[in-house]
């Protein structure tokens, strides 16, 4: 039997000491929990947030990405293009909205445009083989609002977009089913390694583990320094965004995509599977891991772009702004490195492309723990999950006359603007991980996402939500002040 690998449960004086602990419940680490509990393994998944996909992963552009523009050889352009293919098996299976749009690479200067072969050739190299070059009467056949300008761009058929709260819910639902423990409002402040084990602890309690696995995101170069180690150094990258009105859906039909550079993607333009038109981010280095509010400055350059890109998105309707924070680091790849000697695999530097590339780093990693002399035995069961529909490209409950005669609660719209029923406010308070905040609530069904913002439905949801979950409705109030972006 390898090292610590489902022999039996070994209790310390904390309790039960975990085969492996997954620090960090974002895309990366729902991703890891759930690949691992495929196998005869004790795992304890530990999250900061009183929630799965509160950090860096709620907060992206949710472009499902190709790796067509990595950086060929790289680790990250390799992951991406192993977790494009598992991502096109699990979405289905687990019900995770996806949009297939396709993206278009649009060149607005010579410069731009002499880099399209460079570009095209990089894609090839990455195995993303169906890009090809377009003129600009075809660029302007294909999104005939684009502003003028254009001169020339690459289709790139396989960019699409997905819901990215949905994935690492999915993630770590099927983890949980499959055995995983969740530790929610657990972050891990200090770590000692001693006699085989390690443990971690913090404010939550402490955890008892015979492997580390970090996916801490913007604070992964902080539990790295915990284990000895200065790899890196996490430098949040705020990216701002803006969410315009389901009005704006019809003016485009692929996402619009820069010409992208050493440092970012660009700004870009792209509808969202709730059926609304984003646009952004902003790329700006900060020191503040905690800097997720937008300026105004930003919000202007934005539109500013925006009106050069496709003029009128401008007369369109904004419904909300909103900011995340890239885990940005000094290196051009993902810091994803095996210490099999201490038992530790960190999996650190995951920067805008985390979500795309979630499942095939969390097969690369159980690679490392395998490599490193983990016993990973297959499990007789690996039990499937289906999350709820929360995109436009599928039939919501609302419209499905089959789930109203089973639960006529799917028949009570609660929050008009989203179509957001009762029937799926109760599901998302009673299921595997519940929504225990309104931030949860928000993600798990999309209410009070839509035009209003919540002004009509707000009060409602949160006596709904504090009635359901036992809790005091000025408790959720002050938890949603601190932890909506």
């Not at 992963?57 to 494009?84: C, N, Q, V």
């Not at 550079?261 to 969202?272: F, N």
Request: neutral net charge.
């Amino acid at each position: 039997m390898g090292k610590g690998a489902g022999g039996p449960r070994a209790l310390s004086r904390l309790g039960m000491i975990y085969d492996v602990a997954v620090i960090g419940g974002g895309a990366v680490g729902s991703a890891i929990a759930r690949e691992l509990s495929r196998y005869e393994l004790n795992i304890a998944l530990l999250e900061a947030a009183p929630d799965v996909g509160m950090g860096t992963s709620k907060a992206s552009t949710a472009i499902w990405h190709t790796g067509f523009d990595a950086k060929p050889g790289s680790l990250e352009a390799r992951l991406m293009r192993r977790s494009y293919a598992l991502m096109e098996q699990f979405a289905p299976e687990a019900g995770i909205p996806i949009e297939r749009t396709g993206g278009l690479l649009i060149a607005w200067s010579e410069e731009q445009l002499a880099t399209l072969p460079a570009l095209l050739d990089k894609a090839k190299q990455n195995g993303v083989a169906d890009v090809y070059l377009i003129a600009a009467d075809e660029v302007y056949r294909l999104e005939p609002r684009l502003g003028p300008g254009a001169l020339g761009g690459m289709l790139v058929p396989g960019e699409h977009v997905l819901c990215t709260y949905t994935v690492p819910l999915a993630c770590a639902t099927q983890a949980v089913v499959n055995g995983i423990t969740l530790k929610l409002n657990h972050s891990v402040k200090a770590i000692q390694s001693r006699d085989g084990f390690h443990v971690l602890g913090g404010p939550g309690g402490s955890v008892e583990c015979r492997w580390i696995i970090n996916a801490a995101g913007l604070y992964s170069d902080e539990i790295d320094r915990l284990l000895g180690h200065h790899d890196f150094i996490v430098t949040p990258r705020r990216g701002e965004l803006i969410v315009f009105d389901k009005f704006a859906r019809s003016l485009i039909n692929h996402i619009l995509l820069p010409v992208p550079t050493a440092k970012t993607k660009g700004v870009l333009i792209s509808p969202t599977v709730y059926g609304n038109v984003l646009l952004g981010p902003t790329a700006e280095d900060l020191p503040d891991k905690t800097a997720t509010s937008t300026s105004a400055s930003g919000l202007q350059t934005l539109l500013e772009k925006g009106r050069a890109i496709l003029p009128e998105l401008l007369n369109e309707e904004v419904t909300a702004t909103y900011a995340g924070l890239r885990a940005a680091t000094e290196h051009s790849d993902y810091q994803i490195r095996l210490h099999a000697g201490q038992r530790y695999v960190c999996v650190g530097g995951i920067r805008s492309t985390g979500v795309s590339a979630s499942l095939g780093i969390a097969e690369y990693v159980a690679g490392l723990l395998q490599e490193a002399g983990l016993t990973l035995k297959p499990k007789l069961q690996f039990k499937s999950i289906r999350m709820p529909n929360i995109g436009e490209a599928a039939t919501r409950p609302y419209q499905s006359a089959e789930m109203i005669a089973a639960n006529p609660t799917y028949g009570q719209i609660v929050c008009h603007c989203e179509r957001v029923t009762l029937g799926e406010i109760l599901a998302a308070t009673r299921t595997v991980i519940p929504a225990r905040t309104v931030d949860g609530l928000r993600r798990r069904t999309r209410v009070l996402q839509g035009r209003c913002q919540g002004f009509n439905c707000h009060g409602a949801v949160v006596s709904l939500l504090a009635r359901e979950t036992n809790q005091n409705p000025s408790q959720l109030m002050m938890l949603e002040q601190d932890h909506v972006a």
